[in-house]
Each structure stands twice: as C-alpha cells, then as structure tokens.
C-alpha cells in the first residue's frame, strides 16, 4: 500500500488541477472570445470550423438554386422538389452543407409578391426545408442574394445589398435562425462595389436595372452588427469582392466581431479572374491561414455550354490539400453544364456532375454526420 499523501501534497495537487481546468476553460473559451459559452454547434476556432463536439468540420456541398428566384417569379418557392426524398438525393452524394439563397422580397414579403410565396410563407418553407437538411445529417447556408432597392423588385443580384431592405432582412434572418447550431449566415452572395464601400456602406459604384440607378448600400459591419444584436450567435460568411471572386482586400476589411465567429466566401468557377493555382496561392491562401475559407460557389466555368472537368478538378484540389470547404453550383435539372444533376433522385449530368459526386464519395467514403 502507498504511503499517505499529506495534506498539502492534496492542496497542492488540486491548485495544479485548477489551473489545468482554468487553462483549458481559457482555451476553449476562444471561440467566443468575449467570455461567452462556445456554441453549441458549428463554431469557429482560429482558421478552422469545428462542430459542437470540437471535431474539424470539412464542409462538402452542394448550391440549392431556386428560392431566390422562383417566388418572385410568382410561379413557387422551390424549383424542384423539396421533399424527404429529394434531401436523401442530396445526402447520398455524402454532401454535409447545402446552401440555401434566398430573396429579399420574399423573405420580407414586399414590392408585389404573391402572398403565398412571401413574408412568414416564404419564411416558413426555408426553415422547414433546413431542418429537413439537418435530418438527413446537413448543414445549412443562408445566403441573401436577390435584392432590390426601394420599389424596385428583387430580380437578380445586384451591385450590393440595398441599405433600404437588407438590414431587415438580416435581422430577421438572425432572430429565425439564432438558435440553430447547424447554419451558417452569408448576409451577401457577390458584389460588384470596392472592398471600402463593401465593409462601410454608402452609395458607390452599386446601380440596379438598365437604367444603371445609383443607391445606398449596407455594408459588411452593418450586417454583422445587426445579426449580433438580434441574437445570432453563431457563424457569419463574408464574400470577397468582385462577384466574391477577390480576396485580395478581404484580411483588411474583415469587420469587426465581438464574438470572432466570421468565415470568408470565394466564388470560383474556370474562366473567372482568379481561376489557377498562382491566383489562389496569391490571394485565397493568406486568407484561408487566417480564417476559415469557404468556397460557396464552384463550378467548371461561368459558360454554361462548358462541360468538362478540368477547372473544378483545379479549384477542388486546391481547396482539398488547404482545407478549404466548397459547395458546387448547382443541384438543379436545367439541362446545360451548369446543373450537377440530370434528375431530383440524384443522377448526376454530364462529366461534371460525375466528377463531382465521384469526388464527394471518394473524400468521404462514409457520410459525415451532423
């Protein structure tokens, strides 16, 4: 039998065990950074996303077009179905985020939508079809893309988002979606304005329609600021400029987070401005050693008449070996070579949509769980 330990051997050992626990309170506490629990789910800790277990999360997905443009359209919400057996497509794809764009219009129910495709209809049918995603073990993007300012209706994707709606719309989205642990929140989808005008707002370069009509834009901090204040505690996605294809200016114009839970957004297809490994290596690199770095769109090329493999090959194997996560434009049956699939049960299209799926199964042969 050991001999007996002293009392102040006993004090001693659990001062030292204390500070252990303190010290790895401290550690893990980082993720909130003002003292603040660290979230439940999806979290950021330095340049990597983690899960509400502390495992590294490798985001893989896939770009669900559609609710940004279909309600406004006045002819439904999704294009395609969204139902269980549609989301299992998805996931036998061993995808673990879909991104979700959403329309301003819509999600606010103003300028003329259909009523039934607007405000809490349009609201309801988002959340529903996010938590069916997080059944089938997925995360979830929200990205407002489509917006207008004033009168004007939300039909495409302007310079920015309008300083008029957006940050309505950010607020809403923050307070329907604050206490889901599995969502990200992209308050922007890709922007034509300077990365100045980007993080502070005000009337730039921004117009909207043919007739090129100038207008004030809200920018990044604003929209962080407002997702915060509505009690959003967790990740929030901001592009680069320059359709979110430059990051150049993205690690001095990072606003500012009290609770440093911000991921940077790259969109890259072949053909575009930074569409090789010296532009990624120059630009998205530094960033991706900072910060989290998702590619929230990826595709062949912009042409939609571009069916090969050779440029997502190039952009996915670049994100793979710097732990980049990406999502493919697009799980929709629009029959050209921007569409990754031929049919809603998952068939893929063409050598894009092949290579894609080969590469999600092959990376992860096992389906990530939620």
Request: hydrophobic residues 40%; positive net charge; aromatic residues 10%.
């Amino acid at each position: 039998m050991p001999p007996p330990i002293s009392r102040l051997r006993l004090l001693g050992i659990g001062v030292v065990l204390v500070v252990i626990v303190a010290g790895v309170l401290v550690v893990r506490g980082r993720a909130g950074a003002t003292g603040d629990p660290v979230q439940r789910g999806l979290h950021v800790v330095g340049n990597r996303i983690l899960d509400g277990s502390g495992k590294v999360v490798t985001l893989q997905g896939i770009d669900r077009s559609g609710t940004e443009y279909a309600c406004i359209q006045g002819w439904g919400i999704f294009d395609g179905p969204a139902t269980d057996e549609s989301v299992r497509a998805i996931a036998s794809w061993h995808v673990n985020i879909v991104r979700v764009p959403i329309n301003e219009d819509c999600w606010l129910g103003i300028n003329g939508v259909k009523a039934g495709y607007a405000s809490a209809n349009y609201r309801a049918a988002i959340v529903s079809y996010v938590n069916l995603l997080h059944q089938y073990g997925m995360y979830a993007e929200v990205s407002l893309i489509w917006a207008a300012p004033g009168a004007n209706r939300a039909t495409y994707q302007p310079g920015g988002p309008d300083a008029g709606h957006a940050p309505a719309v950010w607020s809403s989205m923050a307070a329907t979606f604050k206490n889901d642990p599995s969502v990200i929140l992209a308050p922007w989808g890709e922007t034509v304005v300077d990365a100045n005008c980007f993080l502070r707002g005000g009337v730039c370069e921004a117009t909207y329609g043919t007739h090129n009509i100038p207008y004030r834009i809200a920018g990044m901090q604003q929209a962080v600021t407002v997702m915060r204040a509505a009690g959003y505690k967790g990740i929030i996605s901001i592009p680069g400029v320059s359709y979110a294809n430059d990051l150049s200016h993205w690690l001095s114009r990072e606003p500012k987070d009290p609770r440093h839970q911000l991921i940077a957004e790259a969109h890259v297809y072949g053909k575009n401005v930074c569409d090789t490994v010296r532009c990624f290596q120059a630009t998205f690199a530094p960033v991706a050693r900072r910060v989290p770095l998702l590619f929230g769109e990826v595709g062949e090329s912009y042409d939609a008449s571009d069916c090969g493999t050779s440029h997502i090959a190039t952009i996915m194997s670049w994100a793979d070996a710097h732990k980049v996560g990406y999502e493919a434009w697009t799980w929709d049956t629009w029959g050209n070579c921007s569409a990754l699939i031929a049919n809603y049960g998952g068939a893929p299209r063409g050598a894009y949509g092949t290579w894609v799926r080969d590469h999600y199964i092959s990376r992860n042969p096992r389906k990530v769980p939620r």
